[in-house]
């Protein structure tokens, strides 16, 4: 895989994620309200940025993992 499609990947991957989960997390902790419905989008954009920084991290680690796992 290139850079570019990684890249790519994990932003639209880190995007679906942040925005899922903080929208279940919120949902759970707040129930279906208006005041949730206005929270989520800046939990999600807040959540973001975040979660593309973590998967520089987790990223190389999970395919090691999965390397090693693979390789027995």
């Known amino acids: 895989m290139n850079l570019k499609t990684l890249i790519l990947a994990q932003i639209l991957i880190t995007f ?3 925005v899922l989960m903080s929208g279940t997390m ?3 902790i707040m129930g279906l309200t ?3 419905l206005l929270a989520w989008p800046w939990q999600a954009l807040t959540a ?3 979660a593309f920084v973590f998967t520089q991290f ?3 680690l ?3 993992i999965a390397n090693r ?3 027995k």
């Open 16 to 18: 679906m994620m942040a």
């Open 26 to 28: 919120s949902l759970l």
């Open 34 to 36: 208006m005041e949730w």
């Open 48 to 50: 973001w940025p975040i």
């Open 58 to 60: 987790t990223t190389p």
């Open 62 to 64: 999970a395919f090691a």
């Open 69 to 71: 796992t693979i390789a």
